[in-house]
């Protein structure tokens, strides 16, 4: 069986800490979606690694760690975050995987991202500007180039044309000319780079592995309030963020889906553009930035904080069908109190606890439930029953509310500080 982890809000959760945790018991981690926007924090040797196109399995010495066919790779990222981790994992090359079928991220594509954001003005999406978009719409118009495509005497001249098509469209945007060649030259020399990595048929590489008995797990990457489908469109990314995605994106049948864990934190952060009901402008918001330190793992911008939202965390359970609930950086929260959480909002007046057609709508606001705060460090609580009792109502509170069991509380950055319960 695969079992899934993906984020349940707009992402950041912790999903990299939790999978170098939970790695030890995988044979495999998968990336099912997403690119170089994701940013994912991992302490290894107390030393801090952000990986963004590497699965977060490397730093388990036992662990393949495979890029699936629903992640769009920009090969110069990739071969920097390779230069990175090399001296802390030197086996990673023999350990590294990639689907021949993942779409390439062209020097194009993130010139396109940054035009058409420029473009929106003050309806711009916040987007990282790694070429995300412009990569994944060029796959579904059947345009793109993918990995196996780069083993091919017809690389140069598939990506020739590609480009001019893409030329075209930015002389559309206008803006000032582009020097192509100080982009191209990195490309072309990761490029190079890519062809001696280990790409694979990954469907039929996963399937195999699988036949043999080995544990896989699909890691995914931005969060569930991120979705193109589901997410707070048309401020989300451009993948299939929820358990969904890893049948697309790894050549998965969905009756091989086994747990799926959905991440939350234990209060709320979006980057970027976009609506967030909870979000707190004030000096609450102020202070659970500075005590997280929520600023962006890619980017580096300041997250926007707020407080909980279990409306949008049900409708996340549901989509995705989560099996385990993990709750992170509750102890951001230890100095807080009183403590909110939205179990409703009002639309146009009307009390609801479905996800409204568009968030955006400037007449919701969040109806909520309020909590006596701990107030009392908890990142040194290493089982369930250390923890205070006002942090242990909060979390039935979640459970009941989600009607999903909370099977893991991480209480600090380390890999080790996480309660298991289940
Ligand atoms: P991801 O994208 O979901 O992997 O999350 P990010 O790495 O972008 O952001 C999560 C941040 O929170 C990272 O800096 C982590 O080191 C940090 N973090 C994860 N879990 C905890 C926790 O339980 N407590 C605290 N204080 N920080 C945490
Ligand atoms: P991880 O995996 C948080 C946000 C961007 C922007 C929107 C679209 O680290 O959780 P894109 O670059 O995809 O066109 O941006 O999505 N976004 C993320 N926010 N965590 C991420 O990844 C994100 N990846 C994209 O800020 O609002
Ligand atoms: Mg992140």
New binding site residues.
């Given amino acids: 069986m695969v079992d899934v982890l993906l984020?349940l809000q707009?992402?950041?959760?912790g999903?990299?800490k939790i999978v170098d945790f939970l790695a030890e018991q995988y044979d495999v981690i998968a990336r099912f979606q997403?690119?170089p926007?994701?940013?994912?924090t991992l302490y290894i040797n107390n030393e801090k690694v952000v990986l963004h196109t590497i699965p977060s399995g490397v730093f388990q010495g036992h662990c393949l760690n495979l890029i699936g066919n629903g992640v769009v790779i920009d090969p110069v990222t990739l071969s920097k975050e390779i230069d990175k981790i090399l001296p802390l994992c030197p086996d990673l090359l023999k350990r590294l995987f990639v689907s021949q079928k993942a779409h390439l991220i062209l020097p194009t594509h993130r010139a396109l991202?940054a035009a058409s954001e420029s473009a929106k003005g003050t309806d711009k999406?916040?987007?990282?500007?790694?070429g995300?978009?412009p990569a994944y719409m060029d796959k579904t118009g059947r345009n793109g180039l993918r990995v196996g495509d780069i083993l091919t005497p017809g690389f140069k001249e598939k990506y020739d044309k590609l480009k001019q098509k893409h030329k075209q469209l930015l002389r559309q945007y206008g803006g000032t000319p582009i020097e192509w060649e100080e982009w191209e030259q990195p490309f072309f020399e990761a490029v190079e780079r890519m062809r001696f990595l280990q790409i694979v048929n990954a469907e039929y590489w996963l399937d195999n592995h699988l036949k043999n008995g080995k544990r896989v797990l699909a890691e995914?990457?931005?969060?569930s309030m991120?979705d193109i489908d589901f997410g707070t469109y048309p401020?989300?990314?451009?993948?299939n963020t929820i358990a969904a995605g890893v049948c697309s994106g790894l050549g998965i049948a969905p009756s091989r889906i086994g747990d799926v864990y959905g991440i939350t934190k234990a209060y709320c952060t979006?980057?970027?553009?976009?609506p967030f009901p909870t979000e707190l402008e004030d000096e609450t918001g102020a202070a659970l930035r500075a005590a997280g330190h929520e600023f962006?793992?890619?980017?580096g911008?300041p997250?926007r904080c707020g407080w909980l939202d279990l409306v949008a965390l049900r409708y996340a359970v549901m989509l995705s069908g989560v099996t385990k609930l993990i709750i992170t950086k509750t102890d951001v929260l230890d100095n807080f109190t009183p403590l909110k959480a939205a179990t409703g909002y009002t639309v146009h007046g009307v009390a609801t606890k479905e996800m409204p057609f568009d968030l955006c709508d400037e007449h919701i606001s969040p109806l909520y439930a309020i909590f006596d705060g701990w107030k009392t460090p908890v990142s040194s609580c290493s089982n369930y029953d250390e923890l205070p009792q006002a942090f242990k109502e909060y979390c039935t509170f979640i459970e009941g509310y989600l009607e999903t069991k909370i099977s893991h509380i991480s209480n600090g950055t380390g890999r080790n500080q996480l309660i298991v319960i289940s």
């Fill in positions: 984020g707009w992402g950041d959760e999903k990299g997403g690119g926007n994701a940013g994912h991202d999406i916040g987007s990282t500007l790694k995300i978009g995914g990457a931005q969060g991120l401020f989300v990314t451009s993948s979006r980057v970027g553009s976009g962006g793992a890619t980017t911008r997250r």
